[in-house]
């Protein structure tokens, strides 16, 4: 350079440069959709609920953010929820000013992590100069540099790549009785590359990794019976089962190690079976169903989706398509895994980005929409014994709509927020009740104690289902086919001790019908509705009404709103032997 | 501070990558950039930034990136979703 201005950092690297850019911090990404775990739902689909979708399919969540900015070059950071997170970059997609991010993250739904942007000083429009300081300028007169606008400081950097194999133990098989059976994909595979700075909670990456692939399994079979008079005939069968689960490539950042791990996490899964068979006869016609799975899996896989699962990943005003393109997968197999590529560490700090924990820009947390209720319990309760003014022991309980939503987990007596398992979020509001207070010891019992039991109003920010009574019932979590309000909660409760009899406590619209064929037809179909233990809704001398019923007017006058379908509870369910086939789902209740 | 820059308050003496070069890379052609033109850094990395939504269904895969002495090529092939390039320096 023959004018201009160069100086360098502690290793001897340039570190400002006037013939080039700084690349600048410029604002956060603010998420948009819900976090999804689709699974293919079509023809001779094996539903896949949670537990398998954790420990079968290995399947993360499926976000969306969006960033409206002014560049044409865009450097996306993350910054992990929580220590040693699974996160990959599935797309970036521009158009004019907008960015969206699809990303992939392990953990609960409310465990997304954030993201950041960094951009060319010489993209940004307008740069608000300090009144003293440094400013400088390029050849072309364009501002590549200025004190009120810090470049990127870089703490580490890296080379990684993603390791060959998804999978290399054993997976386990699913046969002719694989109705309800699942593969264990798992991933037990990554490569560990490690740098010169530690991770914290602090650290922000940029990578976006280039490896994606699946694994998949096949079985099929034949059998026959006898059949016909003294079973002299035969009646052949052909079955086939398959099931995949597509995969990302992720990293993880450990704390406290200089390690990033590349590693690999599902997007998509599914599983389906089919038998067929032919007359009672003594002939054989076995080809003809052979290959019955095959025919089905190639019929338009991409169509049959969960219903609507990543509708909210499509931004309407865009021409370019947003929403993540998954794939299913006839086989093993693995792409783009050669490349390598650069790995960006640097640390929020530097920027004055604050540390919490995914905040949801769009969620209007000074106008939270706090509850209070002692029927169905509906608070926040802080239980505590003061001996003598000091506080010896507390105990937090948090209620939503009756269930115990922190059942199992210890929340600290000044907390303020709870993020339940299933990702939703509770946040203590105003102070409502302190009328419970007993003072109890005193001469030979001891000190003097006082207990207190006082009860805050809560908020609950939902990514999940709404709780059902018991915080441990994981449910299903495509709410695609509710059509409860957004603003009314939707409550499931106690089928199990519903499917014995016992009818306290439990909240559900259930749908029966003769016979044990799904209820395509729409007719035929019963309603009833139970809310809180109380039958509510019957709709017996208006069957024709059918499963086109979403909305009623129960015997209290309210309406309620059918919710999601719960295929844990084995719909349709056939289990009371009495000829009829139910269905359960959600219910909300205006 | 022992050396570096210091600016009315702002010590600005840590490692940073600069903005060398910018563009999108293009299916099929081969873009590079000469180190000779840039003797003054001495560590040159290249950032590829997807602009659009990945096919794994198309098995698109992303651009890659193959260094020697004289330059950094980006190498695009066919089956290559879009993306951006960013050449970054010290």
């Known amino acids: 350079m023959s004018y201009g201005i160069k100086t360098f950092d502690d290793e001897g690297y340039v570190n400002l440069h006037s013939d080039y850019s700084s690349l600048v911090y410029v604002g956060e990404f603010t998420k948009i959709t819900n976090p999804v775990r689709p699974v293919y739902e079509g023809d001779y689909s094996i539903a896949i609920l949670d537990y398998n979708k954790n420990n079968k399919y290995d399947q993360g969540w499926l976000v969306q953010y969006e960033f409206d900015f002014d560049t044409d070059n865009l450097v996306p950071f993350y910054r992990p929820d929580y220590n040693g997170q699974e996160i990959g970059i599935v797309d970036v997609v521009n158009e004019g000013n907008k960015w969206i991010i699809n990303a992939l993250f392990k953990g609960d739904a409310g465990n997304f992590p954030r993201f950041f942007a960094f951009a060319p000083l010489t993209d940004i429009p307008t740069v608000t100069l300090s009144d003293s300081g440094i400013a400088v300028y390029d050849e072309d007169s364009q501002l590549v540099f200025t004190d009120s606008q810090p470049p990127l400081r870089i703490d580490d950097v890296l080379t990684v790549q993603h390791p060959t194999s998804i999978r290399t133990g054993e997976r386990g098989t699913c046969g002719r009785d694989g109705t309800n059976c699942h593969i264990n994909f798992t991933s037990d595979q990554s490569t560990t590359h490690t740098g010169t700075v530690n991770n914290t909670n602090t650290k922000i990456y940029h990578v976006v990794p280039s490896a994606y692939g699946g694994l998949a399994f096949d079985n099929n079979g034949t059998f026959e019976r006898s059949c016909g008079l003294f079973g002299w005939g035969d009646r052949k069968y052909a079955w086939g089962y398959r099931s995949w689960s597509s995969f990302r490539g992720t990293l993880t950042h450990p704390y406290g190690t200089a390690d990033h791990n590349t590693g690999w996490l599902g997007d998509f899964s599914g599983a389906l079976y089919q038998q067929v068979n032919g007359s009672c006869g003594y002939g054989g016609f076995l080809g003809a169903l052979l290959g019955i799975v095959a025919v089905v899996f190639t019929g338009g896989i991409g169509l049959a989706l969960v219903g609507g699962a990543l509708a909210g990943f499509v931004v309407g005003e865009l021409t370019s398509p947003t929403a993540p393109g998954l794939k299913a997968y006839e086989n093993d197999e693995i792409f783009d895994q050669n490349s390598s590529y650069e790995l960006l560490v640097t640390d929020a700090t530097y920027y004055n980005i604050d540390s919490a924990n995914g905040i949801d820009n769009s969620i209007d947390y000074n106008n939270l929409p706090y509850q209070y209720s002692t029927s169905p319990r509906t608070y926040w309760q802080l239980y505590s014994i003061e001996v003598l003014g000091d506080t010896v022991t507390n105990t937090i309980e948090i209620y939503w709509n009756g269930a115990l939503v922190n059942s199992g987990s210890t929340v600290g007596e000044f907390s303020t927020r709870f993020t339940a398992g299933n990702g939703d979020t509770y946040i203590r509001g105003d102070l409502e009740d302190t009328t419970s207070q007993a003072f109890s010891g005193g001469g030979y019992e001891g000190p003097p104690y006082v207990t207190f039991n006082d009860k805050y109003k809560v908020a609950r920010i939902a990514y999940g289902q709404e709780p059902s009574g018991d915080a441990s019932d994981d449910d299903d979590d495509d709410d695609s086919d509710s059509n409860v309000p957004s603003d009314i909660p939707e409550l499931y409760a106690n089928i199990p001790q519903y499917k014995l009899g016992i009818f306290s406590n439990v909240t559900a619209w259930i749908t029966y019908w003769s016979g044990s064929a799904s209820s395509a037809s729409g007719t035929n179909t019963n309603n009833f509705i139970i809310y809180n233990g109380q039958f509510v809704y019957f709709d017996i001398n208006n069957a024709a009404t059918g499963t086109s019923t979403t909305s009623a007017t129960a015997n209290d006058g309210r309406t309620y709103y059918r919710g999601a379908s719960h295929p844990e509870d084995g719909n349709p369910y056939t289990g009371f032997n009495n000829g009829y086939s139910y269905t359960f789902f959600g219910v909300g209740r205006e | ?90």
């Open chain 2, 1 to 90: 501070m022992a050396y570096g820059l210091a600016i009315d308050g702002f010590s600005f003496n840590y490692g940073t990558y600069s903005v060398v070069a910018t563009g999108t890379v293009t299916t099929g052609n081969q873009t590079f950039v000469s180190k000779l033109a840039h003797p003054d850094l001495s560590d040159l990395k290249v950032v590829f930034i997807p602009i659009g939504v990945r096919s794994p269904g198309d098995e698109e895969v992303r651009p890659v990136v193959i260094e020697n002495s004289y330059a950094l090529y980006a190498n695009s092939p066919n089956n290559m979703s879009p993306h951006k390039y960013i050449v970054l320096g010290r």
